[in-house]
């Protein structure tokens, strides 16, 4: 069982830049790859960025390819969404979330099975 509890996130400006965190607990954090995800109202929930249990591969989504950074810190079992040039339609819920299936590509990260989930954190940008 791993336990996920993002932080971060609150109300900016357009163009303001913003770093959600996800604070992992349970077993051992380096062998599950880790997502970002987000909701908008009305909308289904959409990949927006990870990486694997090491850091190493990293994939986003084109919405936010150049503008937001996924890192991790495996030493204090969290990981990172550095958001920059946020827009109003960057507006969400953000989730983060842990695989343990295995990457083969880099792609896999965006549509593996993601097995734990936070309770999300609300992201408003506004105009």
Same mark, same amino acid.
């Given at each position: %069982?791993?336990? !996920?509890?993002?932080?971060?996130?609150?109300?900016? %400006?357009?163009?303001? @830049? !913003?770093?959600?965190?996800?604070?992992?607990?349970?077993?051992?954090?380096?062998?599950?790859?880790?997502?970002?995800?987000?909701?908008?109202?009305?909308?289904?929930?959409?990949?927006?960025?990870?990486?694997?249990? @090491?850091?190493?591969?990293?994939? *986003?989504?084109?919405?936010?390819?150049?503008?937001?950074?996924?890192?991790?810190?495996?030493?204090?079992?969290?990981?990172?969404?550095?958001?920059?040039?946020?827009?109003?339609?960057?507006?969400?819920?953000?989730?983060?979330?842990?695989?343990?299936?295995?990457?083969?590509?880099? %792609?896999?990260? @965006?549509?593996?099975?993601?097995? *734990?989930?936070?309770?999300?954190?609300?992201?408003?940008?506004?105009?």
């Amino acid at each position: %069982q791993v336990q !996920l509890v993002e932080s971060g996130g609150r109300l900016v %400006q357009a163009g303001a @830049s !913003l770093r959600l965190s996800c604070a992992a607990s349970g077993r051992t954090f380096s062998n599950y790859g880790m997502g970002w995800f987000r909701q908008a109202p009305g909308n289904e929930r959409e990949f927006v960025a990870a990486a694997t249990g @090491s850091g190493g591969i990293t994939y *986003y989504s084109d919405s936010v390819k150049g503008r937001f950074t996924i890192s991790r810190d495996n030493t204090k079992r969290t990981v990172y969404l550095q958001m920059n040039s946020l827009n109003p339609e960057d507006t969400a819920v953000y989730y983060c979330a842990a695989t343990d299936t295995r990457v083969r590509t880099a %792609q896999d990260l @965006s549509i593996n099975p993601y097995k *734990y989930w936070g309770q999300g954190t609300q992201v408003t940008v506004s105009s």
